[in-house]
């Protein structure tokens, strides 16, 4: 039995954690088994990484940056992510490649081919069936991490011109690949987003 794989992208301040935790009640509340994850960080080896590249008080190399994500994702994939689709669960993880190529590839200008390549590298070419994209404007999505009065890691500190980038590619990314994604609007109430995720992954479910 194979499982059903479902990312969560979208700015800082989007919602992400928020429609995942609702999206994965909903599925166990009608009989699957979820595995929800996120990357940086979804295994002990992982926590250790995010740390250093969100939180790290110097200089990080962007190249370096990349990297480091891209080998916390190659852990992850192989360790958890893969034994739970090979169980036949959903994992439902916050944050994967499209990430990696919107904050690395065009907010840091690296390139986007040369990062969608070492992530896929990097998990022996795993793709979500379901990537959803919480869109939000980079404006209002500082405003909301403004008012959590939260510690800001190193990529939710960067300038909006920055972020500007980042939600630009997320956009460009969806536009390619229509079928795996579903964008959504962030700023929607939070019941009206989940009725949406929850309507599409029945569709693709059943």
């Known amino acids: 039995m194979t499982g059903f794989f479902i990312t969560i992208e979208g700015g800082d301040g989007s919602g992400k954690s928020t ?6 009640d909903w599925l166990e509340q009608h009989g699957h088994t979820v595995m929800r994850t996120r990357e940086p960080g979804g295994t002990e080896v992982g926590v250790e990484i ?4 969100l939180h790290h008080p110097g200089e990080i190399a962007p190249r370096a940056e990349a990297l480091l994500y891209a080998a916390d ?21 916050d944050r994967y490649i499209d990430s990696s190529v919107a904050y690395q590839g065009a907010g840091r200008v690296l390139g986007a081919t040369e ?3 070492l992530s896929l590298w990097a998990t022996d ?42 939600r630009a590619a997320f956009l460009e990314l969806a536009a390619a690949e229509p079928t795996r994604f579903l964008v959504t609007d962030a700023a929607a109430p939070v019941d009206t987003i989940a009725a949406i995720l929850r309507a599409r992954v029945a569709e693709l479910l059943s």
Do not use: C, M, S
């Open 19 to 24: 429609q995942a935790q609702l999206l994965t």
């Open 125 to 166: 070419g795993l793709l979500p069936d379901l990537t959803i994209l919480l869109d939000l404007d980079e404006t209002v999505a500082r405003a909301r991490l403004n008012a959590a009065n939260k510690r800001f890691d190193r990529l939710e500190a960067e300038k909006n011109e920055f972020h500007a980038r980042v």
């Open 50 to 53: 995010r740390e250093i590249v």
């Open 73 to 93: 994702r190659a852990h992850h994939i192989a360790t958890k992510v893969r034994p739970a689709l090979a169980r036949g669960e959903i994992v439902i993880q």
């Open 115 to 117: 990062v969608r390549e």
